[in-house]
């Protein structure tokens, strides 16, 4: 006999499962259906191993058609043939698939092994993974991830709004994924070819003169702590990262020299990075000794005895968006708007390259990083000069704001101020 559709269609349940077998020579096993009280069939391979009677499933039926049983009947048979054991081999894939890592797995061992070692801002991967990764994905195995998921899970951000937070976590799986590979957890990338869910407009701010003029008259009249505004101008005047600035301490500071070093632990980049102070630059300074709390910290918290969050700056710009009235910009498009006026002013764009402290390759990389810095001195004091031009000195001059910055002064104000 030999199992045909009707024939199976045929077979009714009983009271108890039952098997029925195609004829089959001894030994070599056979293909049986298996029909269950709820009327489920499914088909079954029985064979023989050392005497040993020997029982997988294959697949439900219709879902595995006869002709489909026969073409994996056959295959196993040849396995059997062979000296080969399906069952046992089925049992390893299982205990192999249970033990398969998962996304959420792959994801902690990413946090791990990869992000905290290499990326100051790790908690924000870790954050992005708990809120946006884990509770769609996580439960998958990494093997069994497809493309589509990586789609659903985008969409599910996006649905929510956060269209450009959906590329943020695009990016995140994609390395994640990549990483997974590295390490032979995974071996295809399910981001292979998905596409940005949103359309990222390339970060072009700068302010013009007359903004940057209207901004230094309006500073001292925003509510907001006044190492705040130190620090806001003091990343005008030197052009670095916001995170680098907030982070400043006084041990970077030779005041004498007009030199202040961002160690390599606290840049970007992780290379140690001179940055020469202007007279403007320097004056902020010695301002902000004024508000010293002994921790070490240039521009201390209002709260706290530490330096400032990165944050800060933002939010402070955010809240004071109505007293300074010029249109939106962020702490981080100061840094361009200074890079923007040196280029004006005739400063090469490789000089302004190396003050920003941007990534360089090549040998001669490693040997160079201070051979700029006569140049480098020169753009930040002619930048420098610029500031003054544009109402600095009239309104951030140690003189001017002396009462301000005293220490008895701080106590009374700080109740008042916003951060």
Not at 34 to 60: A, D, E, F, I, Q
Not at 185 to 198: D, R, S, T, Y
């Amino acid at each position: 006999m030999r199992f045909t559709a009707k024939y199976i269609e045929n077979l009714k349940p009983a009271d108890k499962r039952f098997v029925k077998y195609e004829d089959n020579a001894r030994g070599r096993g056979s293909l049986g259906i298996r029909v269950n009280p709820s009327g489920t069939k499914s088909w079954v391979h029985m064979y023989y191993v050392n005497g040993k009677v020997r029982m997988s499933t294959l697949g439900r039926y219709p879902r595995m058609s006869v002709a489909e049983a026969h073409e994996v009947y056959a295959r196993l048979a040849r396995e059997v043939a062979e000296g080969g054991d399906p069952s046992r081999d089925i049992v390893i894939e299982n205990v192999r698939r249970r033990e398969a890592p998962r996304v959420e797995d792959l994801a902690a061992i990413y946090i791990e092994k990869w992000a905290k070692p290499r990326k100051r801002s790790w908690k924000q991967d870790q954050s992005m993974i708990k809120r946006d990764v884990l509770p769609t994905i996580g439960h998958l195995r990494v093997e069994d991830v497809k493309r589509r998921d990586i789609i659903d899970l985008l969409d599910r951000v996006v649905a929510r709004g956060a269209a450009i937070q959906a590329n943020r976590v695009l990016a995140l799986v994609r390395k994640m994924f990549n990483f997974g590979i590295g390490r032979d957890l995974v071996e295809h990338n399910p981001c292979a070819q998905v596409q940005k869910p949103a359309r990222e407009n390339r970060r072009e701010r700068v302010l013009n003169d007359v903004e940057l003029r209207i901004l230094l008259a309006k500073i001292p009249e925003c509510q907001m702590w006044r190492p705040t505004q130190l620090a806001l101008l003091f990343l005008l005047l030197t052009a670095q990262r916001p995170g680098e600035v907030v982070g400043a301490r006084w041990e970077e500071m030779d005041l004498a020299g007009g030199w202040w070093t961002i160690p390599g632990s606290r840049a970007k980049n992780r290379l140690s990075h001179r940055v020469p102070l202007s007279p403007q630059a320097l004056a902020l300074l010695e301002e902000a000794r004024g508000f010293d709390r002994e921790t070490g910290a240039v521009f201390p918290s209002r709260i706290g005895g530490g330096a400032m969050v990165h944050s800060v700056l933002s939010t402070a710009l955010r809240r004071s968006r109505p007293v300074i009235g010029i249109a939106h910009f962020t702490a981080h498009d100061l840094r361009r708007t200074a890079a923007s006026h040196m280029t004006s002013l005739g400063v090469s764009r490789l000089v302004v390259s190396k003050l920003l402290n941007h990534v360089e390759s090549g040998v001669t990389a490693v040997y160079d990083r201070h051979s700029y810095d006569q140049e480098k001195r020169r753009g930040l004091e002619l930048w420098g000069q610029r500031v003054a031009e544009l109402g600095f000195d009239a309104n951030f001059a140690p003189h001017a704001v002396n009462a301000r910055a005293s220490r008895s002064g701080i106590e009374a104000t700080n109740a008042a101020l916003a951060p």
